[in-house]
């Protein structure tokens, strides 16, 4: 249960009429840019919180931020049918959820597969999009990455409570971040994991797992440049961990070429995807909307 000084639960329909889930942090600080937060694959707006809170209580401009479960995902209803869960789909839902809310424009932080919803958004209604954070996502993913999370969701076992799930995490992807803390593991898995009637559920419908199954990855994956290209007047911050396997440091490197208002940050120590409340991160995710505002 949200306590009303953390956020506020906001609940509203899809066009389908799908039950859908966000987080609004901040109700009341209007004025300066919202915050749109979009997750990963199976992950959801739990992912935010403490970016959330920085950004709407400690920052010096304290900013509304939203939180968005995708369907399938966190407090959101699951579909029936599998094949909803789409790049499209998912980005005319945060769309219809930001009108809902009424607001007509903001930054988007986009991790993962929040950033390729992303690209979406500035497809759809590009005047929406006001600044872009990219944490650890690029117009190439590679498919030695893909097929590390594929490989996790399909074969990583079935925790037995939270501390046994924390154990799991830090043995498949302890590797890839050495720079994180106990508490930052547990803080991850509680957002992954519910205990529901004596066992553990994972936070989203494992259904999902179908969108990454069916992917070959014997051919390459579509390249996103193009879509890049179409945020080149957007203020952008881009987020690569030290050892991800998803965004190339070659990739990295490119789009700090291209972008004309770029940032970047290399996150040491972490992999796909970085923590973004770890690493100092909040605040130079405050700073970067500082300048934006200006």
Same mark, same amino acid.
């Given at each position: 249960?949200a306590?009303?000084?953390?956020?506020?639960?906001?609940?509203?329909? &899809?066009?389908?009429?799908?039950?859908l889930?966000?987080?609004?942090y901040g109700?009341?600080?209007?004025g300066?840019?919202?915050?749109?937060? @979009?997750?990963? @694959?199976?992950?959801n707006?739990a992912d #935010?919180h403490d970016?959330?809170i920085? @950004?709407?209580?400690?920052?010096?401009t %304290?900013r %509304?931020?939203v939180? #968005?479960?995708y369907?399938?995902?966190?407090?959101?209803?699951w579909?029936? *049918?599998? %094949?909803?869960?789409?790049v499209i789909v998912?980005a005319? *839902?945060?769309?219809?959820g930001l009108a809902?809310?009424?607001?007509?424009?903001?930054a988007?932080?986009g991790?993962?597969?929040?950033?390729?919803?992303?690209y979406?958004?500035?497809?759809?209604?590009p005047?929406?999009?006001?600044? $872009?954070?990219f944490?650890?996502?690029g /117009? $190439?993913v590679?498919?030695a990455?893909?097929a590390?999370i594929?490989?996790?969701?399909?074969?990583? +076992?079935? +925790? %037995?409570?939270? &501390?046994d799930a924390?154990?799991?995490a830090?043995?498949?992807?302890?590797?890839?971040?050495?720079?994180l803390?106990?508490?930052?593991w547990?803080r991850s898995?509680?957002?992954?994991?519910r205990? *529901?009637?004596?066992r553990m559920?994972?936070? #989203?419908?494992p =259904?999902?797992?179908?969108t990454v199954t069916?992917?070959?990855?014997?051919? /390459?994956?579509?390249?996103?440049?193009?879509?890049f290209?179409?945020l080149?007047?957007?203020?952008? @911050? =881009?987020i !690569?961990g030290?050892?991800?396997?998803?965004?190339s440091?070659e990739t990295?490197a490119?789009?700090g070429?291209?972008h +004309?208002k770029?940032?970047?940050v290399t996150?040491?120590?972490?992999?796909?995807?970085?923590f973004?409340?770890?690493a100092?991160?909040?605040t130079?995710?405050?700073? #970067?909307?500082? !300048?934006v505002?200006?």
């Open positions: 249960m306590m009303a000084a953390e956020y506020d639960d906001f609940f509203y329909s &899809a066009q389908d009429g799908l039950r889930h966000a987080r609004v109700a009341g600080n209007e300066a840019l919202p915050v749109i937060c @979009l997750a990963g @694959l199976t992950r707006a #935010f970016l959330a920085h @950004l709407s209580q400690r920052a010096r %304290k %509304k931020v939180a #968005f479960d369907r399938g995902r966190g407090e959101s209803a579909d029936k *049918d599998w %094949k909803h869960y789409d998912e005319g *839902d945060v769309m219809a809902a809310l009424g607001i007509g424009h903001g988007i932080v991790t993962s597969r929040g950033g390729l919803v992303t979406a958004i500035a497809a759809l209604r005047a929406l999009m006001r600044a $872009v954070v944490n650890d996502i /117009p $190439v590679e498919g990455g893909l590390n594929r490989a996790y969701l399909e074969r990583a +076992p079935q +925790p %037995k409570n939270m &501390a924390v154990a799991i830090k043995a498949t992807q302890g590797s890839a971040f050495p720079a803390t106990d508490a930052d547990e898995v509680r957002a992954f994991w205990e *529901d009637g004596g559920a994972p936070m #989203f419908d =259904a999902l797992l179908n069916g992917i070959d990855l014997n051919k /390459p994956l579509p390249v996103l440049w193009p879509q290209e179409g080149y007047g957007v203020p952008m @911050l =881009a !690569r030290e050892n991800s396997m998803l965004l440091a990295f490119e789009m070429r291209r +004309p770029i940032e970047t996150v040491p120590g972490q992999g796909h995807a970085p973004l409340e770890t100092g991160l909040p130079r995710i405050a700073a #970067f909307l500082e !300048r505002d200006h």
